[in-house]
């Protein structure tokens, strides 16, 4: 392995690290207003889950399997696909 396919490695697993998810959480938190943990909290008011939803989807486009951000969000990987086709119906069907 050289050192860029090691360099390569680390930052894929740096991305792809739980950590991540959570800072993702939590500026998606500070730019909506709620905290971080109502965003991965069970409550259903109509702007929390369109926050949840967006937290999803930029995790989601920065590579993270929906497993991965299902158990950060305490959600299971369905939960999390239904918060993704929600959150692209509300950009016009981009991704």
Do not use: K, Y
């Amino acid at each position: 392995m050289t050192p860029e396919d090691a360099a390569r490695a680390a930052a894929i697993r740096t991305r792809c690290h739980p950590a991540r998810i959570t800072e993702i959480i939590a500026e998606v938190a500070e730019a909506t207003g709620w905290e971080p943990q109502e965003i991965t909290g069970a409550r259903v008011f109509p702007g929390l889950v369109e926050a949840r939803d967006l937290a999803c989807f930029i995790a989601r486009r920065e590579g993270f399997s929906l497993t991965r951000i299902g158990n950060v969000l305490r959600r299971d990987h369905s939960s999390i696909r239904s918060a993704l086709q929600r959150e692209q119906r509300r950009r016009g069907g981009t991704s």
